[in-house]
C-alpha cells in the first residue's frame, strides 16, 4: 500500500544522525552532575545530608546513562531504517530497469494497427 507523499531525505536523516551521534550534551550533563554532586557532598558539613545528596546522584547518575542509551538505541535504530530505505528504494529501480530491458520491440505495423489489424484512434 503506497503513502502518498512518503519520501525520507536519506542526506538530511543522515546528517542529522552523525549530530546526534556525535553530541556529547548527556556525557557533558552527566560530568556537571557529578562534579556538583562532589562539591556539594564535600562542602554540606552534614554525613545526613552528604548521604541524601549521593542517594539522589546515584538516582540521577542512571537516568542520565538510561537517556544516552535510549539516544543510541534510537539513533541505531534509525539508521537500520534509512539503509533499508536505501536498499529497497535501489532494489525498486533495479527491478524497473529489468522490466524495461523485458519490454517486447514492437514492429511499427503492429504498434500502429494493433493485433487486429485496424487503427486505434482515442
Same mark, same amino acid.
Do not use: K, W
Given at each position: ?18 549530530? %546526534? ?5 548527556? +556525557? =557533558? !550533563?552527566?560530568?556537571?552532575? #557529578? $562534579? @556538583?554532586?562532589? /562539591?556539594? &557532598? ?32 534510537? %539513533? ?5 531504517? +534509512? =539503509? !533499508?530505505?536505501?536498499?529497497? #528504494? $535501489? @532494489?525498486?529501480? /533495479?527491478? &524497473? ?26
Amino acid at each position: 500500500m503506497a503513502i502518498s507523499g512518503y519520501n525520507i531525505d536519506v542526506a538530511g536523516c543522515s546528517g542529522l544522525l552523525a549530530r %546526534v551521534r556525535d553530541d556529547d550534551g548527556i +556525557v =557533558s !550533563a552527566a560530568s556537571a552532575l #557529578d $562534579s @556538583a554532586y562532589e /562539591e556539594a &557532598a564535600s562542602g554540606c558539613g552534614s554525613p545526613a545530608v552528604a548521604a541524601a545528596l549521593g542517594a539522589v546522584h546515584e538516582m540521577l547518575a542512571q537516568q542520565a546513562q538510561a537517556a544516552a542509551a535510549r539516544v543510541e538505541n534510537a %539513533v541505531d535504530g534509525v539508521s537500520q531504517a +534509512v =539503509s !533499508a530505505y536505501i536498499v529497497g #528504494d $535501489s @532494489a525498486m529501480a /533495479e527491478t &524497473a530497469r529489468q522490466s524495461v530491458d523485458r519490454a517486447p520491440d514492437l514492429e511499427p505495423e503492429h504498434a500502429a494497427f494493433g493485433s487486429r489489424g485496424m487503427l486505434a484512434v482515442y
